[in-house]
């Protein structure tokens, strides 16, 4: 069984803030990890993903996430926040079907 | 189009009502998923097709829902009955063979459906 929570439903900041976004997993196995996102009418696209290898992963447009196994955790961070990034983000565990978190909303502010 | 293809982009539709929802996946991805998204839920993983294998139904929620996929290729997704619980957007999401086991889910835009 896996399952994921995301903590927060919306988390707000400031442009050119840092970018916190927290994931915690549960699985029976190694996981694999991912973060999607969502832009506003548009499907979700991978923004990255750890399989096996190095713990800290990079992805699109700046956003990195770090696998760390004795916290079960996965938080997605982004140094500065960009008024494009406004858009809902989600955490998944799995390997050929996925379980989604609920998902966090990040708002940007001028 | 290059991308995974859904059909209707809307669906308003009156309880007890049928209705079927498309999906086109990316071509050559053999699998093909579809996910359920609810105001705040997030996504409900509803079923899975692997190449000619037996689908993974495990996520319907109910024998009002089901799925085919014609010819490895497009994918209908059945809802009967249609209850008001039914409102949500559907989600087809496609993945080449290998990734299809990394999770790189290529995701369509979504069916919104309403059911009044």
């Known amino acids: 069984a896996q399952s994921v929570t995301q903590l927060g439903s919306h988390v707000s900041v400031s442009e050119g803030a840092l970018v916190l976004l927290r994931c915690n997993y549960s699985?029976?196995?190694?996981?694999?990890l991912f973060w999607y996102v969502q832009y506003p009418n548009q499907g979700l696209q991978l923004l990255l993903k750890?399989?096996?290898?190095?713990?800290l992963v990079k992805g699109i447009n700046g956003f990195e996430a770090e696998f760390k196994k004795s916290e079960t955790s996965f938080h997605l961070t982004k140094p500065s926040a960009h008024m494009s990034d406004a858009a809902e983000y989600f955490c998944?565990?799995?390997?050929?079907?996925?379980?989604f978190g609920k998902g966090t909303m990040l708002l940007v502010s001028p | 189009g290059a991308g995974v293809s859904q059909s209707p982009s809307n669906k308003v539709t009156e309880k007890g009502k049928d209705v079927e929802l498309r999906c086109d996946p990316i071509?050559?991805?053999?699998?093909l998923y579809w996910y359920r998204q609810s105001l705040g839920q997030g996504l409900e993983f509803l079923i899975y097709?692997?190449?000619?294998?037996?689908?993974?139904k495990s996520g319907l929620p109910s024998d009002r829902f089901s799925a085919e996929r014609t010819g490895g290729s497009v994918s209908t997704l059945t809802i009967q009955r249609t209850q008001q619980e039914d409102s949500a957007v559907y989600l087809c999401?496609?993945?080449?063979?290998?990734?299809?086991?990394?999770?790189?889910?290529?995701f369509g835009e979504g069916s919104r459906l309403t059911v009044l």
């Open positions: 699985s029976s196995v190694p996981p694999y």
């Open positions: 999401a496609s993945s080449l063979p290998g990734d299809g086991n990394t999770g790189e889910l290529f």
């Open positions: 998944a565990v799995g390997y050929s079907t996925l379980t």
């Open positions: 071509s050559g991805h053999t699998a």
């Open positions: 750890y399989t096996t290898g190095a713990t």
């Open positions: 097709f692997q190449g000619n294998s037996a689908p993974d």
